[in-house]
């Protein structure tokens, strides 16, 4: 007989007190100036986003938020940043491969450690997002819970 080989389901606990302390690295990551390991973007992506941003006029940069919705309780949103926008003052900064990533802190606690990948295939196009801290996801890769 065959064994479930699934993750074991986390208590409400367990969910509430791994996102405390993503939420202390964070900001502990925060007030350290540290911006490396937050989350990082891929050749690919960073190539789709500079092209993207050339095409439309617009900076080599992104908005990505964590918003309620989707299949799995919660799903990204990645948005090009507009020319001159600047962090608002709840925002992080990251830079990787040249593309500036912007997230609220509640988001930033979410996909710590993620890496945001575009894939160009017959079957898909767009974004994928490898998050870490995903307890479950949808089949198609745009929402998750945490």
Do not use: W
């Not at 993750?7 to 302390?21: F, G, H, M, N, V």
């Not at 439309?56 to 938020?65: D, E, I, N, P, Y």
């Not at 989707?70 to 799903?75: A, V, W």
Request: net charge neutral; glycine share 8%; hydrophobic share 40%.
């Amino acid at each position: 007989m065959a064994e479930n080989a699934a993750a074991p389901l986390l208590t409400l606990e367990q969910k509430k007190s791994a996102a405390r302390e993503r939420a202390r690295a964070a900001r502990a990551a925060q007030a350290a100036g540290v911006e490396a390991g937050i989350v990082s973007m891929t050749d690919d992506a960073a190539a789709y986003v500079c092209d993207s941003a050339a095409r439309l006029s617009t900076q080599a940069g992104v908005r990505l938020r964590i918003l309620a919705g989707g299949c799995s309780g919660l799903e990204y949103k990645l948005d090009l940043l507009p020319l001159n926008d600047a962090p608002r003052p709840d925002e992080r900064e990251v830079t990787s491969n040249g593309v500036r990533i912007l997230m609220d802190l509640k988001s930033a606690i979410h996909v710590t450690g993620s890496v945001i990948d575009y894939e160009s295939g017959l079957l898909r196009r767009g974004f994928r997002i490898n998050n870490p801290n995903a307890t479950g996801t949808c089949s198609c890769g745009d929402s998750f819970s945490a």
